[in-house]
């Protein structure tokens, strides 16, 4: 199954990529693109993007001078559209911006929504900026097809980690070539090989000192409520919560579950596995617990099964980690805590957080699965951005024998309502 954002991009004639994901990915996209009729042009903004996508040309100025740049390429190669990854990077910002004021398509990839095994496209934007609908009605409206079987993208830790550093690498290497570069984060080759080999380490060590968790938890009579912690520098935190970072969050939270939550409940705080070279909030969750007088009811865990956890749990806590689609997906309750494209009545809790702790909202199967089924049919790609990409290989398979066939343009997606403001 090709989703429609993807299907679309197919349907472009000339289309401009910005700064991918780590790795081939960008590159395999392109040949994608191009076995489908395309022209295909790349803009490299660091050694690492180079290393990845060869063929690219080197933007080389300050990312203020990006929407002169991109208005030239536009009238120059007469570009349809423009694909990226990262929307709040702040090349991406200048990048979209200038897309709007040329009325060119804007495609924007993201880590999948359902995962395993998928990654997002979405036209416009992702995550809280997502156009899907926030009317349970529309889902309870349309009966969802059958979905065909996913296959495995092979994404591992360590072939993920081994790209991450040979991007560091290239990037460091090729620093004077791209003098005014600006990364979105610190990605330094000793500090990152220190970190990932730190993440490495912890894996293992996690391992041993967790092994037993999931059994106690089992065996315990006192049911528990969970965190789902985003990575520290995740831009949804950022610029879609109330919260400065990570801990804010753990912060707000224990102090709510302290005051609110039922004397017999716990509260388990998972690290995000992606997070695990680079933070550890052990300390602090401990610190804060001590705080607000529930030491003995906050257990902090790092790579303990997800998807029993949330079997087991009352309810998930999240900002707006995708964590929250794996939640409802198990019926368990959730809570948001800050902007979300499925905050939807039925699906998430519609109350605050202390009604959340007494009384959660339950989960509307129905609605999740008829949501679940639009969902994939409209922005899930069935691949990895750090190993195999199954759907396009799938897509344009299909798609070589359709060359000489002319379909429609999409139309652009409605607007949809205005994104619930944040509760307490």
């Known amino acids: 199954m090709t989703p429609s954002s993807l299907a679309a991009l197919q349907r472009q004639r000339r289309v401009l990529l910005l700064q991918g994901p780590m790795g081939p990915f960008f590159s395999k996209l392109a040949d994608f693109l191009r076995g489908n009729g395309a022209d295909v042009f790349k803009l490299n903004f660091n050694g690492g993007d180079r290393l990845y996508y060869p063929a690219g040309e080197d933007f080389v100025d300050d990312p203020r001078a990006l929407t002169a740049e991109l208005h030239r390429r536009v009238d120059r190669d007469r570009i349809d559209a423009i694909a990226l990854f990262g929307q709040s990077r702040p090349i991406h910002k200048v990048a979209i911006e200038a897309a709007k004021e040329l009325g060119i398509e804007i495609y924007v990839f993201e880590e999948g929504y359902l995962r395993p095994n998928f990654i997002t496209l979405e036209r416009g934007g992702v995550n809280a900026l997502s156009l899907m609908p926030r009317d349970d009605a529309y889902y309870r409206a349309r009966v969802g097809e059958h979905l065909p079987k996913t296959h495995s993208a092979g994404q591992t830790f360590w072939r993920t980690a081994a790209i991450a550093m040979l991007y560091a690498i290239a990037r460091h290497l090729h620093r004077s070539r791209y003098p005014k570069e600006q990364f979105h984060r610190d990605l330094h080759p000793l500090r990152e090989g220190l970190r990932w080999l730190r993440g490495g380490l912890r894996k293992v060590l996690h391992s041993v000192t967790e092994r037993n968790v999931l059994w106690r938890l089992?065996?315990?009579?006192?049911?528990?409520?969970?965190?789902?912690?985003?990575?520290?520098?995740?831009?949804?935190?950022?610029?879609?919560?109330?919260?400065?970072?990570?801990?804010?969050?753990?912060?707000?939270?224990?102090?709510?579950?302290?005051?609110?939550?039922?004397?017999?409940?716990?509260?388990?705080?998972?690290?995000?596995?992606?997070?695990?070279?680079?933070?550890?909030?052990?300390?602090?969750?401990?610190?804060?617990?001590?705080?607000?007088?529930?030491?003995?009811?906050?257990?902090?865990?790092?790579?303990?099964?997800?998807?029993?956890?949330?079997?087991?749990?009352?309810?998930?806590?999240?900002?707006?980690?995708?964590?929250?689609?794996?939640?409802?997906?198990?019926?368990?309750?959730?809570?948001?805590?800050?902007?979300?494209?499925?905050?939807?009545?039925?699906?998430?809790?519609?109350?605050?957080?202390?009604?959340?702790?007494?009384?959660?909202?339950?989960?509307?199967?129905?609605?999740?699965?008829?949501?679940?089924?639009?969902?994939?049919?409209?922005?899930?790609i069935n691949a990895s951005f750090y190993a195999d990409t199954p759907a396009l290989n799938k897509a344009g398979a299909s798609r070589t024998l359709q060359l000489h066939t002319t379909a429609p343009k999409p139309a652009r997606p409605a607007a949809t309502q205005t994104n619930e403001r944040l509760r307490a």
Request: glycine residues 6%; hydrophobic residues 35%.
């Open 218 to 380: 089992c065996r315990s009579e006192q049911r528990f409520f969970l965190l789902a912690l985003q990575v520290h520098n995740d831009a949804q935190i950022q610029h879609h919560s109330p919260f400065d970072d990570v801990h804010d969050v753990i912060a707000h939270t224990i102090e709510s579950f302290a005051t609110c939550a039922p004397k017999d409940a716990a509260l388990v705080i998972k690290h995000h596995p992606m997070d695990r070279a680079y933070r550890h909030y052990g300390a602090y969750i401990q610190e804060q617990a001590r705080k607000h007088g529930v030491a003995d009811r906050v257990i902090s865990l790092h790579d303990v099964h997800l998807p029993t956890l949330l079997r087991l749990s009352r309810g998930l806590v999240t900002v707006n980690s995708t964590t929250g689609l794996q939640s409802l997906h198990h019926g368990t309750p959730v809570f948001l805590l800050g902007e979300a494209h499925y905050n939807i009545p039925g699906l998430v809790h519609q109350g605050d957080l202390p009604s959340f702790w007494l009384h959660p909202d339950p989960v509307d199967p129905g609605l999740y699965r008829a949501y679940r089924k639009i969902l994939m049919r409209t922005s899930q």
